[in-house]
């Protein structure tokens, strides 16, 4: 059993039971636009808060449990969420496209080679002229909490090839563990330009 499948054998400490607050600015921004791909869901808060906006959202998740939880949740909310047991590194094989990718806390649990690929996959999923947007650990986050951090220069060399970075900027991924989150986290937002 691998780390994220344990963790659903109770509750993680990133499924804080609502969406990120980053995820409902974004959307109250009108930054959100179109059909949804939310890549490593967990139990779907952040899917479920913009299914219920309105939008068309697809969760994907490798972990059985997670997906289960969340299907459970859309079907208690009477919100028409797809959930998907599936690989985040096998993208194309959900067999559509969206206008949106939003990304709370997986980017940053893949390894090098595996970003590598996760960043190629997107294209195969985005629209051209569609949106990626990131929360992750970031290097100004303090050490010795959490999972590897990202710095900024890594992430503008992941998304230098036909790609359009229109930000990164401080942000706080919520959690179960720390009452104040995570400082330090970025926020990133992408335009896929293929």
């Known amino acids: 059993m691998d780390f994220f499948e344990q963790a659903y054998h109770g509750t993680p400490p990133w499924d804080i039971g609502r969406p990120q607050q980053e995820i409902v600015r974004l959307e109250e921004t009108g930054q959100i636009t179109g059909k949804v791909l939310d890549v490593g869901c967990g139990t779907g808060d952040n899917a479920l808060f913009l299914a219920g906006?309105?939008?068309?959202?697809?969760?994907?998740?490798?972990?059985?449990?997670?997906?289960?939880?969340?299907?459970?949740?859309?079907?208690?909310?009477?919100?028409?969420?797809?959930f998907i047991r599936g690989e985040i590194l096998s993208l194309r094989e959900i067999g559509r496209t969206f206008d949106t990718v939003i990304d709370s806390g997986l980017f940053h649990t893949l390894s090098d080679t595996e970003r590598i690929l996760f960043v190629r996959n997107l294209?195969?999923?985005?629209?051209?002229?569609?949106?990626?947007?990131?929360?992750?650990?970031?290097?100004?986050?303090?050490?010795?909490?959490?999972?590897?951090?990202?710095?900024?220069?890594?992430?503008?060399?992941?998304?230098?090839?036909?790609?359009?970075?229109?930000?990164?900027?401080?942000?706080?991924?919520?959690?179960?563990?720390?009452?104040?989150?995570?400082?330090?986290?970025?926020?990133?937002?992408?335009?896929?330009?293929?």
């Not at 959202?57 to 028409?80: H, T």
């Not at 998304?159 to 229109?166: A, E, L, P, Y």
């Open 123 to 194: 294209h195969d999923v985005l629209v051209p002229g569609g949106s990626y947007f990131m929360l992750a650990f970031s290097d100004l986050e303090p050490e010795g909490y959490g999972p590897r951090r990202i710095t900024k220069q890594e992430i503008q060399d992941l998304f230098s090839d036909g790609w359009r970075i229109n930000g990164i900027r401080a942000a706080v991924f919520e959690s179960r563990t720390r009452k104040e989150g995570s400082a330090g986290m970025a926020l990133v937002d992408y335009t896929v330009v293929i």
């Open 53 to 82: 906006c309105g939008h068309e959202v697809v969760g994907l998740d490798s972990v059985e449990r997670a997906i289960e939880a969340a299907q459970r949740k859309a079907e208690e909310r009477c919100l028409s969420a797809i």
